[in-house]
């Protein structure tokens, strides 16, 4: 599968559709409604979908806050969890130019996520610290 699907910027369309199978999940509501932290402070995001045929499989962002920290962010569809379509998204995500350029990229987890966990180890993220809710923190710096 995770060879099998297409990424294209994500419509509105494609954000609506999401939201009829993740519209309860935090990770998702962060995502697509407001940075989980208002002290964040973002100011602009670009949205990616997967695609398997016409069907949304994935969705991901990256966010930035007001000091062009960006947040990134992915959620799979139920059903097409542990396909490799994660990586393959966040991947794609950090080899936009626009994200490449940013100094200072962030991801916040759920302590429980391990393939989030597994996702940001292996494309070069750390964990920075825990947010105020015990989300785990990564951060992944632009070499000088
Ligand atoms: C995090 C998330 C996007 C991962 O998507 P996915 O397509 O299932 O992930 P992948 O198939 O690419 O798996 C990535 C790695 O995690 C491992 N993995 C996947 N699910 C796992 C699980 N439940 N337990 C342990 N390891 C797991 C995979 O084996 C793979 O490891 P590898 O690189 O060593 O082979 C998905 O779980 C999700 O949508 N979570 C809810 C939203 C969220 O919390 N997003 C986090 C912000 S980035």
Same mark, same amino acid.
């Given at each position: 599968? #995770?060879?099998?699907?297409?990424? +294209? !910027? =994500?419509?509105?369309?494609?954000?609506?559709?999401? $939201?009829?199978?993740?519209?309860? @999940?935090?990770?998702?509501?962060?995502?697509?409604?407001?940075?989980?932290?208002?002290?964040?402070?973002?100011?602009?995001?670009?949205?990616?979908? #997967?695609?398997?045929?016409?069907? +949304? !499989? =994935?969705?991901?962002?990256?966010?930035?806050?007001? $000091?062009?920290?960006?947040?990134? @962010?992915?959620?799979?569809?139920?059903?097409?969890?542990?396909?490799?379509?994660?990586?393959?998204?966040?991947?794609?995500?950090?080899?936009?130019?626009?994200?490449?350029?940013?100094?200072?990229?962030?991801?916040?987890?759920?302590?429980?996520?391990?393939?989030?966990?597994?996702?940001? @180890?292996?494309?070069?993220?750390?964990?920075?610290?825990?947010?105020?809710?015990?989300?785990?923190?990564?951060?992944?710096?632009?070499?000088?």
């Amino acid at each position: 599968m #995770a060879d099998d699907f297409n990424i +294209v !910027v =994500a419509s509105p369309r494609h954000l609506s559709l999401v $939201e009829t199978w993740a519209g309860r @999940n935090e990770a998702t509501h962060t995502l697509l409604k407001t940075p989980r932290d208002p002290s964040h402070g973002t100011s602009s995001g670009q949205y990616w979908a #997967a695609l398997n045929g016409q069907e +949304v !499989v =994935a969705i991901a962002s990256i966010e930035l806050n007001s $000091e062009h920290v960006g947040y990134v @962010n992915c959620v799979v569809k139920p059903g097409y969890l542990r396909q490799g379509i994660g990586s393959r998204m966040i991947e794609y995500v950090l080899s936009q130019p626009s994200v490449k350029n940013l100094a200072h990229l962030h991801a916040v987890v759920d302590p429980t996520n391990i393939a989030a966990q597994k996702i940001l @180890n292996k494309d070069g993220f750390s964990r920075v610290g825990n947010d105020e809710n015990g989300n785990l923190e990564f951060a992944r710096h632009a070499q000088k």
